[in-house]
């Protein structure tokens, strides 16, 4: 640290907090209640060792420590040093000589370098001992943001919830092995948003991408230790950060992020953010002191009443954060708020979003958080969507959420699963799961679109490895194949891995139809893994959190492989958007529909007889029909019209033979036109076959059909062949 002359200050004000450029100057506002101190450190580059200036914080108001620099400007390079004891059993972590991030830093110039340095106390010895190294060298940095942006004419789509298709990937693994991508771009922000990538989204029909973790995080320790890197994001440094190393050299990150938001809704397709709000990257009390925990440790971080030294873990990652602390939920508001207003996101998944619900010990539905949500004018209107559990007690709160949120449906997941998979006594279930999951989201005014419905997602099994592998292979993860669940609820279809037997191949293959599917005919949301539609593989890896290689990314080789499954992919997608009666924003009633005598939903067996208790309950039965009245929707349009559509019969069969299925009768005058069949290949089946109801139509063994209701009388001939 050089002697330079005294830079001139202003005392600032504690509101905002973070850095904030107004024209003239920089404002730094940063909180800690149990400080004795607070110092700014300003860095001269990305490469400096050591600070240029340190800057005392002499103004502290409601216990924010701020400043004004009326000499600063966007660019700016800097952290935090932060006073006051060390006594890890009184919960107070602080260490002047760790440099620390800035909770609201709008953009990290440079990454986490791991080094010893970034423990506060000595490795391989206790915790109870401060560690007096600096770590300035190696420490990320904060820099100083103009967010100033074109964004012309950017309007959100505002996609109503029940015409939704959800689309999760990752920002890096869609692009980085793209050949047509401009190679400067792939793996980036800019990527994701090139050509290439944007038409094929367009085309495959999603109306929103769900992104995985985006806010500046870190490889963890251990990990960087085994050589390996975090790829998925969930371990956050930063939550207003956009993470640096999805950059490309075209603009500041920030920036580029923005024009990201701005094509993406350009092409009519929404953003969602994977957030990460239930831990940091401070990790436990033997973890580093990189942020929160050097600025004040007590009041972020859930600690063990009675052992203060020790931190409430329930998420397996080594803190959680205190929403008991009004700072602390006032950071996170902040950070959602900056996200929409600022960045024009969409709407946000809450990884473990139970452990946000935590106020003592319990979950608690109707918790603080849940109440700053529903009133908050900005972030109560975009789409919210929990991962309903963690690992804590009482952790797994599917169907319990408040009526704004919707839910990722694990029970979805897990019954389309077990049904597929052949196992016995489901029907029921799947029923249920089919028509929008009423058991779980039937109650306080929520919808069928509460449910979240998903096969695969970025934890667990993709689906091509769902259908070809019965054991996890996680070795390469460097943990001796521990990590990961063992319950994938998966099936190899009787080879263990890749097979080159086209028998296997083929059973795999309309596997994997029938689980696509089942997946974007059912009642509520549905959220396909991006790469599923091209068959990829992480070679039965269900837990590849820590492969940043070809492993995890997408292989776009695979796409000429797999055409025909993309293809089909893609005309279920727009199957579903023709057709209202996969699209209710209100649950079945089973029943006729003011005073009709046409049910809005009708369950039938392989007779075509209307299923009743006994039915629902054999437990060898794997087959079942259903049909969707398209003109009992007791429903209206954006206009006011009332809702009708084309009625649907859907016939599932898990069963390993083919079974002769009665083809329930319909209204008098109306047949029956097939729209696709899984055993008839990717291709278009049978487009004209049409059928009277009591005709058998033999249903083959692990397949799903799909029909519609035809009017033999006013048949329009280019109904039956538009998705081809």
């Excluded at 019954?415 to 009423?438: H, N, Y």
């Excluded at 990961?484 to 080879?495: F, M, R, Y």
Aim: net charge negative.
């Amino acid at each position: 640290m050089r002697n330079n002359p005294p830079i001139k200050t202003k005392p600032g004000s504690p509101y905002p907090l973070g850095a904030t450029w107004d024209g003239k100057g920089v404002n730094f506002a940063i909180f800690s209640e149990h400080a004795t101190g607070v110092t700014l450190c300003l860095f001269d580059s990305v490469d400096s060792q050591k600070e240029r200036d340190r800057i005392p914080l002499t103004e502290k108001t409601n216990q924010v420590w701020h400043i004004y620099l009326p000499s600063a400007r966007p660019g700016c390079l800097y952290g935090y040093r932060v006073q006051g004891p060390y006594e890890p059993d009184k919960g107070h972590r602080f260490n002047y000589n760790k440099l620390l991030v800035d909770p609201y830093a709008k953009s990290i110039a440079r990454p986490l370098q791991w080094n010893d340095t970034h423990f506060s106390y000595p490795i391989g010895s206790s915790d109870w001992v401060m560690d007096t190294r600096d770590n300035a060298e190696f420490a990320p940095l904060c820099c100083v943001v103009d967010t100033a942006f074109s964004w012309g004419e950017d309007r959100p789509p505002k996609i109503p919830w029940h015409k939704t298709i959800i689309y999760e990937t990752h920002v890096k693994g869609i692009s980085i092995q793209h050949p047509d991508v401009p190679e400067a771009l792939r793996g980036t922000y800019a990527g994701l948003v090139s050509e290439p990538i944007l038409t094929y989204l367009q085309q495959l029909g999603i109306t929103t991408i769900e992104l995985m973790p985006i806010h500046a995080f870190v490889d963890e320790y251990p990990v960087a230790q085994r050589k390996l890197k975090n790829y998925w994001g969930y371990n956050t440094l930063s939550f207003f950060s956009p993470e640096p190393r999805y950059q490309s050299n075209t603009m500041n990150v920030v920036d580029e992020f923005k024009m990201m938001v701005r094509s993406l809704h350009a092409a009519g397709i929404e953003v969602i953010l994977d957030v990460v709000y239930n831990h940091t990257s401070d990790g436990n009390h033997l973890g580093p002191t990189l942020s929160f925990k050097g600025i004040d440790n007590r009041s972020y971080y859930r600690l063990v009443r009675d052992d203060l030294r020790h931190y409430k873990d329930y998420t397996g990652c080594g803190n959680s954060l205190n929403m008991l602390c009004p700072h602390v939920l006032q950071l996170i508001m902040d950070s959602l708020r900056y996200w929409v207003t600022d960045m024009h996101v969409d709407g946000f998944r809450f990884d473990l979003a139970s452990s946000l619900a935590r106020e003592l010990h319990e979950v608690d539905r109707l918790g603080s958080f849940f109440d700053i949500i529903q009133q908050d004018p900005i972030i109560s209107q975009v789409k919210l969507i929990a991962e309903p559990w963690d690992i804590g007690e009482g952790g797994y709160q599917v169907g319990n959420f408040p009526p704004l949120w919707t839910e990722w449906n694990g029970r979805y997941r897990d019954t389309i699963r077990r049904f597929w998979r052949g196992d016995g006594g489901q029907v029921a279930e799947v029923a249920t799961r089919l028509s929008g999951s009423s058991d779980l989201y039937g109650h306080e005014s929520r919808r069928p679109y509460a449910s979240i419905n998903f096969v695969t997602a970025h934890d667990g099994f993709t689906m091509h490895d769902l259908v070809s592998y019965n054991d996890k292979h996680n070795e390469a993860n460097g943990e001796e194949n521990q990590d990961g669940t063992d319950e994938n609820i998966s099936w190899n279809c009787g080879v263990e891995g890749e097979s080159t037997d086209p028998k296997i191949q083929g059973l795999r293959e309309q596997q994997k139809r029938n689980l696509m599917a089942t997946l974007l005919l059912s009642q509520g949301v549905p959220m396909i893994l991006g790469g599923d539609e091209i068959g990829r593989t992480q070679k039965g890896n269900n837990n590849a959190y820590c492969q940043d290689n070809g492993l995890s990314w997408y292989d776009w080789t695979r796409e000429k492989e797999q055409s025909a499954f993309l293809k089909f992919v893609q005309k279920l997608i727009a199957i579903r958007k023709d057709h209202p009666v996969l699209l209710r924003r209100n649950f079945f009633h089973g029943k006729p529909i003011h005073g009709s005598d046409v049910k809005d939903i009708s369950w039938f067996n392989e007779n075509g007889v209307e299923m009743n208790d006994h039915h629902w309950n054999i437990d060898f039965i794997r087959c079942l029909g259903v049909m969707l009245s398209g003109d009992a929707i007791s429903e209206v349009d954006e206009e006011g019209e009332k809702i009708t559509g084309e009625t649907l019969l859907i016939l599932l069969n898990a069963h390993h033979d083919t079974i002769p299925f009665v083809l329930p009768v319909s209204k008098k005058g109306m047949h029956w036109g097939i729209l696709l069949d899984t055993a008839s290949g990717n291709e278009q089946t049978r487009p004209h076959l049409i059928s009277s109801g009591g005709r058998i139509y033999p249903l083959q063994g692990r397949s799903l059909a799909l029909f519609r209701a035809v009017s033999l009388v006013r048949r329009q001939p280019q109904s039956l062949n538009r998705y081809l």
